[in-house]
C-alpha cells in the first residue's frame, strides 16, 4: 500500500509541475499576442488580419483560466492524496 501511496503522489505531483508550466507558457504567449495585435494596430494592418489576430489573442485568454481552474482542481487532489497518507 505504502508503494502504492509514493506512487500516486508522484503522479500527482508531476501532473501538478506539467499545469504549472503550462500556465506559464499560456500567459507568455497572452502578453506576445496582445504586444503583436497592439503592434498591428499601431502599424495600421489590414483589417481582416487584425480581426484574425485578435481571435487568436481572445483564444490565448479564455487558456488561462482554464489551465488556473485545471491547476488548482489538481492541487486539491494533491492535497487530499497527502491527508490520506
Not at 506512487?7 to 500556465?23: D, F, G, N
Not at 492535497?79 to 497518507?85: F, N, Q, S, Y
Request: glycine share 2%; hydrophobic share 35%; aromatic share 4%.
Amino acid at each position: 500500500m505504502a508503494m502504492a501511496s509514493v506512487r500516486y503522489l508522484k503522479i500527482k505531483t508531476s501532473t501538478c509541475k506539467r499545469l504549472v508550466k503550462e500556465l506559464s507558457s499560456y500567459e507568455k504567449e497572452v502578453q506576445r499576442e496582445s504586444a503583436k495585435t497592439a503592434d498591428m494596430k499601431e502599424k495600421g494592418a489590414d483589417p481582416y488580419d487584425l480581426k484574425q489576430q485578435e481571435n487568436v489573442l481572445a483564444e490565448s485568454r479564455m487558456m488561462v483560466p482554464d489551465c488556473r481552474k485545471r491547476l488548482e482542481a489538481a492541487l486539491e487532489d494533491l492535497k487530499g492524496t497527502l491527508v490520506l497518507c
